[in-house]
């Protein structure tokens, strides 16, 4: 006849074994990003990310209408903190003509100035170059080009997707994300 009794105390030991696996407590702070690897958080605050200003707020006033978008980074404004340890948090931002821009995407523009992320969605250059005709950015890696005037969306070349557009508003005077990213960060490569 079978032991039941000790047949349950290996189905017990094997439970709690099982259990040891499968529940392993981590520290949370182990588990968390490093803050300046989080992507740019609603009310961080837009510095230059080159240049002699580099690390400076942006002044919205001396972005020109439909000039060649330019480097910046997300700035937490308590801390001071710069949001650069990971390369897909660089953006790029311009000025454009609010009234011209899509109706769904006017609400992540402030004052006409868009902000947009800088990689690439095709193999992950950075879209660093500015199609004067088109208004469109394009990347110099493979000539993907990008519609900011319809949410970063690809009207030529290799890259699969749009680019992410990160929405913004203006808090007094200074240039404020507003939201997460709109769409994934990043590429897809495709050979
Ligand atoms: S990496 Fe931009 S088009 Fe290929």
């Known amino acids: 006849m079978k032991d039941t009794s000790k047949t349950k105390e290996i189905s017990r030991r094997t439970a ?16 968390a990003q490093p803050p300046n690897r989080l992507r740019p958080q609603p009310g961080d605050q837009l510095i230059y990310g080159d240049g002699d200003f580099s690390g400076d707020l942006i002044d919205p006033t001396s972005i020109k209408l439909n000039q060649q978008p330019f480097p910046a980074l997300a700035r937490e404004p308590g801390s001071l903190l710069t949001r650069d340890g990971s390369r897909l948090n660089r953006l790029m931002i311009t000025r454009i003509d609010q009234e011209k821009l899509l109706e769904r995407h006017q609400k992540n523009a402030a004052e006409g100035i868009v902000a947009f992320s800088a990689i690439c969605t095709h193999t992950g250059c950075d879209v660093t170059n500015w199609n004067t005709e088109k208004l469109a950015m ?40 507003a939201a997460p990213f709109r769409g994934r960060v990043g590429f897809t490569q495709q050979f």
Not at 16 to 31: F, R
Not at 138 to 154: K, L, Q, R, W
């Open 138 to 177: 394009a990347c110099p890696c493979h000539e993907s080009m990008f519609d900011i005037y319809n949410g970063g969306t690809v009207i030529g070349g290799p890259a699969p997707r749009p680019l992410a557009m990160l929405p913004l508003n203006m808090k007094d005077g200074i240039l404020t994300v």
């Open 16 to 31: 709690l074994k099982l259990g040891a696996v499968t529940s392993v407590w981590i520290p949370s702070e182990l588990l």
